[in-house]
């Protein structure tokens, strides 16, 4: 059994009362009441429209803020779905179990699975989910959809895929997907989600390592969580949930928030894993419950204009910074094309992945302070979404899957690029 030293009594209490389980739905409870309610109720639909026979648990985390607890904890007592009842119900021949980790104020990310894994661990579920109420769009299928591949399948961790607008999920298509893919072997899409499911083993293994006091740990664990399946050979496979909404303008990280957390804990797991994937090569599919990817192209408007006015800003007033991190034929490919007219402007695939791999290299060489070096890659980022979007204004979803397929081999191709740069000797320059 974990350590569970830093479990509340109160939590102990609920969790014993509780007895073993087969499913567990970890779900944080920071947002509104209403949100939390609909979401607990997509929960228990599932339980009861899926896994009638299943033991099963619902674990919310509970930062504080301004919600009834008790209408939040109830969920829909009567089982049945509100505004809709047309939608069938099983009734389920297990009780629903609540249980409520409180917390005085908002837990980090990190600080709440580590309570759901201790929670499943200490229940011995044989299948978790992890889902969030901000998700508009939640359903009892996406619940189904995450926790059988685990249950019935044994697989160890479940990615989730979604449908996406053609401009949607840039920041995973054009770095986070390609790179991982090339670095650790495995094609799992999306490393940073709201919602993936796992393996009671998995969660074991997870909780009993020692990186809870890392920061990369507590702002996106999940990506965390996800490479270390890869890496340790556990069983991974994606299952498709559907439409994935934009959050409202405004609800999110912005652009350089968002590149700390991802990056910044992406490279925190090469760092950490480096043993196992330098001298692994190429990449294999990872089995898919569903499409693959599924790309719609409406009409969206974008403000390219100004993307390309921080580009050019931005890599003029980082160019010391960049060309510490960059290699002297990166850096100078770099300043040539800032130079260049926007309506010419391209940043190319193999430029691109020679300027990551960079990046990474220095993040390991320790050439600056790590989390300065990973905000100098919000410019170039933008550089290359600029690029991108000019190159396919008239793509079709098929066209950029298949230049999203070429981009990753360009960053498989040029792996020995990033091995030899991150097994060389550097010295750090003044």
């Not at 059988?148 to 401009?167: G, I």
């Not at 299952?239 to 303008?249: N, V």
Request: hydrophobic share 40%; charged share 20%.
């Amino acid at each position: 059994m974990a350590e569970d030293t830093f479990l509340s009594d109160d939590l102990l209490r609920q969790l014993m009362s509780v007895g073993e389980v087969d499913l567990l739905v970890g779900i944080t409870s920071h947002s509104s009441a209403q949100a939390i309610r609909q979401a607990m109720q997509v929960i228990e639909q599932s339980f009861q429209q899926n896994f009638v026979r299943q033991r099963v648990v619902i674990v919310n985390i509970d930062g504080g803020g301004p919600k009834d607890e008790a209408e939040v904890s109830a969920g829909n007592s009567d089982g049945q779905p509100e505004g809709n009842p047309h939608v069938p119900i099983l009734t389920s021949l297990r009780t629903v179990h609540h249980v409520t980790a409180r917390f005085s104020g908002t837990p980090s990310q990190g600080t709440a699975l580590r309570t759901v894994l201790a929670a499943s661990d200490l229940l011995q579920a044989r299948a978790c989910a992890i889902v969030s109420p901000t998700t508009s769009n939640l359903t009892p299928q996406w619940i189904a959809n995450l926790l059988r591949p685990a249950y019935r399948d044994n697989f160890d961790f479940v990615a989730p895929l979604y449908t996406r607008h053609k401009y949607q999920g840039l920041l995973a298509r054009i770095l986070l997907y390609p790179m991982s893919r090339a670095v650790f072997g495995k094609r799992i899409r999306e490393l940073f989600a709201d919602e993936w499911g796992f393996s009671g083993r998995l969660g074991t293994h997870c909780l009993n390592q020692n990186v809870w006091h890392e920061a990369a740990i507590h702002s996106r664990p999940e990506a965390w969580m996800a490479v270390s399946a890869i890496s340790s050979d556990y069983r991974c496979c994606q299952a498709f949930l559907g439409p994935k909404p934009q959050p409202p303008t405004g609800s999110g990280p912005d652009i350089v928030e968002a590149i700390r957390q991802t990056v910044g804990t992406f490279f925190w797991c090469l760092e950490t894993r480096a043993g196992s994937w330098l001298e692994r090569e190429g990449s294999e599919p990872v089995p898919t419950f569903g499409p693959e990817h599924e790309l719609t192209s409406e009409p969206v408007e974008l403000n390219l204009q100004r993307m390309f006015e921080l580009f050019c800003s931005g890599v003029k007033e980082l160019e010391p910074i960049l060309s510490t991190v960059l290699e002297r034929e990166t850096h100078a490919e770099i300043m040539d094309i800032v130079a260049v007219d926007a309506k010419t402007f391209r940043f190319g695939a193999d430029l691109w992945v020679r300027t990551l791999y960079d990046f990474a290299s220095s993040y390991h060489h320790q050439v600056m302070n790590r989390d300065h070096l990973v905000q100098a890659l919000v410019p170039l980022y933008r550089g290359k979404i600029y690029s991108f979007l000019q190159e396919h204004a008239n793509s079709s979803p098929e066209e950029m899957e298949e230049a999203n397929e070429r981009l990753c081999l360009e960053f498989e191709r040029q792996k020995l690029y990033l091995r030899e740069r991150w097994t060389k000797r550097v010295e750090v320059k003044v």
